[in-house]
């Protein structure tokens, strides 16, 4: 796969356990339109704040990802190393400091090891010749048991273009970005604001609608580079290119994020929660996340149990507006409930079957209003106490 | 032990697995001040929906409660289930319907079996003649691994009087009370209005801080009778040994709390979560929720991992005003995070001793404010999770 403009790198630094690749390196020839969103939590990682900063401006250059630390909760030291990373690459290229990000993922509040990752950087940036964007899926992994890419094409002004991207993340995933990052790049020429303002929305549309554990990371961050060697008139508003462009865009960050619940840590279950019918979007939302986030449903969803009552009393506990007496609930075709009571029959033999699947859906319609949203989970296994429990060690 | 005027009785119906109390009765000889609180939850079980109503007047005779079944989810068929049943009851007792209370946990969805409870009330009446409060205790369990019991006993207008309580609830319990059930007796008089109000607080104070898992139930009841047959002077605010009273209400309750997280689905640990120098006790209660509902937090502490890390990522995304370079952290006495980064030293192998034990307190301090707040939790062990994914089985 090639987009234009855009060279990769992956190298081991021997921050996580040696033998695995974990410090990758995006770069572009040309200064490129960027545009960034962010954990939400007050806690953020020295690298996040770094990106926020100099993701204002609207262009960059690189990228710099580590895995195995997040320097995170490192306080004045870690500031310090992240600068010193974005420099240090920044000079290896000869390109700006400012026009250099960086992103980590890993355990939390241990220093970088510095004196491992500042030799390989060398060797990073003379990788840029050789490298693909599937290594840098690779390097950003921590728990994944796979890389994670999506790849698009379309057309713009009669120029071709392509759109990429990779993610990590498997626990701590959860609406307003988790132990996630995303990064996409593409040739085509798009403008900055625009560009900011559609990233922000496919990722709420995407990234924003899954949860594995509920938790909100430290380090989250999805960044989009757009670089312009398609050669293309810059995407903006109001062009007839850039709907087509959003579209492809949401696609693909959607796709990004349903292999991040795939993925899920210890996960046997992919289940799309689907709520209508509520008073609003955010409350059908509200709701869908009450059920994806609960520990109940989901060690249900693992038992293969079609255990809808622990479903409801999420609903009904979610803060949503409800009425008990309407609420219907399904399990992929199936309707379980009707009227907030069983639907009878053999709504509970036909339910398990539909529980015993890898992949299923659960719909609850309120009849409320015309509210909709559809949020990602996975279950909650033995292999995911297993996995958090044991990760430091 | 006995409180006067109250008598007891639990008989086995088949609710549950047989050969397990299940029915249990509550009876006061004289009319009772009653005082309730009730889940948050909008789907609320019939049982629920009864007591909200009668309780309002203040007044009450006789609690009516099973386990095995939550008649929650059975519509317009588990409301006449509920009223039936105290029907039944309160003819066989000879005392006014209204004056009957029922509360129910088990499994939600099913039609409650009235053809195996109400063939067993005559038996349950009966009983009372020999019945305690132990087995009150013991029927109302569902996981739980053993019968929570607590007593106090003080005095008012030179009266003695006694304090007892029950509860039940292992796994869904979170703020805002969860499957968890709990019902008070006292021979003391005290003012139904003041009851309440002290009775609520109670409450917010004990039951409302603890978490196991996060999920708020539909039949969560906790329930008072007064029925003065120590022979004082109604407690009412302002009353002189008023508040001697509140301090027990409040101690007895606040170990009903404790026993309820002791027994906390598959725990292996009993942890306190302390946050100090919030803005504001709301705030406090809010940073130490989030942290106690952490399901990675949860895995560390099953795991015995040291990982403050993940408390502070999960202060940072409670909503709680936090500056991330003040706060502090300690395992016990052990300080781990000192403004905002690792103390260094031997903390990490103290922390990981202290994370050993069975029992231990997490506190964070913000140092932005007075505002403090205790909250109570469990781990989330592989047992949790078993016991979960085969509830129904």
């Known amino acids: 796969m090639e987009i234009k403009g855009f060279k990769f790198s992956a ?6 356990k040696p033998g695995r690749l974990d410090l990758a390196l995006i770069f572009s020839e040309v200064p490129a339109a960027v545009a960034g969103v962010y954990t939400t939590n007050k806690v ?18 690189a ?11 490192t306080g004045g030291q870690g500031m310090d190393d992240a600068l010193t990373t974005t420099r240090l690459v920044a000079e290896g290229l000869g390109i700006p400091d400012e026009a250099t990000l960086v992103a980590s993922t890993g355990v939390i ?29 690779e390097a950003i992994m921590t728990t994944d048991t796979f890389p994670k890419l999506a790849i698009r094409s379309g057309e713009a002004g009669g120029k071709r273009y392509t759109l990429a991207g990779v993610a990590k993340g498997a626990g701590m995933i959860m609406p307003n970005m988790a132990t996630m990052l995303a990064f996409l790049v593409t040739d085509a020429a798009v403008d900055p604001a625009w560009l900011q303002r559609v990233f922000r929305e496919g990722v709420d549309l995407s990234f924003n609608m899954i949860s594995v554990d509920g938790d909100t990371s430290t ?5 989009v580079m757009a670089n312009g060697a398609a050669g293309n008139q810059p995407l ?25 619940v795939r993925d899920g840590e210890g996960a046997t279950k992919f289940v799309e929660i689907n709520v209508r019918g509520a008073r609003s979007n955010a409350e059908a939302r509200q709701a869908a996340m009450a059920v994806a986030n609960s520990c109940l449903v989901k060690t249900a969803f693992f038992g293969q149990d079609a255990n809808w009552g622990r479903i409801l009393a999420a609903v009904g506990y979610s803060g949503a507006n409800i009425d008990p007496y309407r609420v219907e609930l399904s399990f992929d075709d199936v309707r379980m409930v009707r009227n907030g009571i069983f639907a009878g029959g053999d709504a509970e033999a036909r339910g398990t079957e539909v529980l ?30 297993k996995i958090n429990a044991d990760y430091r060690t």
Chains 1, 2 share one sequence.
């Open 63 to 73: 990228i710099v990802v580590n895995s195995g630390n997040a320097n995170a909760c």
């Open 109 to 137: 509040g241990v220093p970088m090891p510095m004196e491992r990752l500042r030799p390989r950087i060398p060797a990073l940036i003379e990788g840029l010749e050789g490298g693909t964007l599937e290594d840098v899926a």
């Open 236 to 260: 903006t508003a109001g062009d007839p290119d850039a709907e087509r462009f959003v579209r492809l865009l949401r696609g693909l960050l959607l796709s990004l994020a349903k292999q991040i």
């Open 11 to 16: 190298v081991e630094a021997a921050i996580k």
């Open 356 to 385: 015993k699947k890898r992949e299923f859906s659960v719909t609850v319609n309120l009849w409320m209003g015309e509210g909709e949203a559809t949020v990602f989970t996975s279950d909650l296994s033995y292999d995911y106490v």
């Open 219 to 223: 380090n989250d961050t999805a960044l």
């Open 44 to 61: 953020k990682a020295a690298p996040v704040l770094v990106d926020m900063a100099r993701t204002k401006y609207g262009l960059c250059q």
